[in-house]
């Protein structure tokens, strides 16, 4: 679990563990609680009671299903044009607010063979003999030209979303994509499947998203909803239990 993930579990159980040891109880309508049992058991009259502990593993599972339903909510990358003239084309995001300075960029796939040559803290260079690649991190508000003279580009996925792959007449090939903070691009006289690999390992923000539901996948399977509900006593021939775990 990384530390995003155990700061947001301790987060969450801390603030239910706030709550009252003695929930309000509320009288619902007669309409309402028949739809409700119909739903659950049909045409039956049923009931249903949860302890403290079960109403604390589901308000934290809402919490998070909330917060990762808001997350991937967002598209995981802005909207790009690309704009083709005679001899190259140019690929541009339509709305460049917000746009961040480049900081710090990391490549962590890097092909066998190849050793660092160039680092400009937002652009780096790799060489192996007379193959070499550049990976750069750029500001949303540039505009990225390439050579597109003799063939058009192509649309492919990285890591679930668009990006551009073109290639000139000098056997340099390249990916230009964005992940909503910067633009990123991939360029050099390798294969394509190995530009592919550096361009799904630079860290950039969808990661983080996918780890977010991986954990939140984590959670629902660790704590078996459909084993807390039939230990709660809700089942389709009694009518009100407590939990016996307590």
């Known amino acids: ?89 140019e690929y541009n995001v339509v709305d460049k607010k917000n746009s961040k300075s480049v900081t710090s960029l990391n490549v962590n796939y890097i092909p066998a063979g190849f050793e660092k040559s160039d680092d400009y803290g937002d652009t780096v260079q790799y060489v192996n003999g007379d193959k070499e690649f550049v990976v750069d991190k750029i500001e949303l508000t540039a505009s990225i030209g390439f050579d597109t003279e003799h063939y058009d580009p192509e649309i492919i996925k990285i890591n679930g979303i668009d990006a551009v792959y073109y290639r000139s007449n000098y056997n340099e090939k390249g990916i230009i994509f964005n992940d909503r903070n910067y633009i990123y691009m991939i360029a050099g006289n390798i294969e394509k499947d190995e530009l592919v690999q550096i361009a799904q390992n630079v860290k950039w923000l969808f990661v983080k998203r996918a780890n977010f539901l991986d954990f939140f996948i984590f959670f629902i399977t660790k704590w078996n909803f459909l084993g807390i509900m039939y230990n709660e006593g809700i089942n389709r021939k009694g009518g009100v239990y407590c939990d016996k775990t307590k």
């Open 1 to 89: 679990m990384s530390e995003f993930e155990e700061a947001l579990w301790l987060s969450a159980e801390n603030w239910v563990d706030s709550f009252p040891t003695d929930l309000p109880k509320h009288k619902f309508s007669k309409k309402h609680n028949k739809i409700i049992n119909d739903i659950i058991y049909g045409k039956q009259d049923k009931k249903i009671k949860f302890s403290k502990g079960t109403i604390k593993v589901l308000i934290i599972a809402a919490v998070l299903l909330a917060i990762a339903t808001t997350v991937f909510a967002i598209p995981p990358s802005r909207e790009y044009i690309v704009d083709k003239f005679s001899n190259h084309s």
